[in-house]
Nanobody, 117 residues
């Protein structure tokens, strides 16, 4: 069974950094593109980033471009989100999700990132 587990969230000050991890199991990880999606308190889901399965190409939402970096380690079945220059508006529950078709089919339970002074 497909299982995605996010970790690395926590409280950080504005301008700080945090690295999120998503450990995947139950499928051929290297064959799937992987996404990060977030949900700020009281807000809807916001797509953050994706890393392709084949060539490892990366894409980002304008709101995080230049500050966040998505990466993957196929040997460890893990996708990462390095978050730098964090802003209060980055406060959200961050989810990783497996790409499928035009969307995502499996999601983790999320990890909370709080950016506050």
């Amino acid at each position: 069974q497909v299982h995605l587990v996010e970790s690395g969230g926590g409280l950080v000050q504005p301008g700080g950094s945090l690295r999120l991890s998503c450990a995947a199991s139950g499928f051929s990880f290297s064959a799937y593109s992987m996404h990060w999606v977030r949900q700020a308190p009281g807000k809807g889901l916001e797509w953050v980033s994706v890393i392709r399965s084949g060539d490892g190409a990366t894409y980002y939402a304008d709101s995080v471009k230049g500050r966040f970096t998505i990466s993957r380690d196929n040997a460890k079945n893990t996708v990462y989100l390095q978050m730098n220059s964090l802003k209060p508006e980055d406060t959200a529950v961050y989810y990783c999700a497996r790409h499928y078709g035009t969307g995502m089919d499996y999601w983790g339970n999320g990890t909370l990132v709080t950016v506050s002074s």
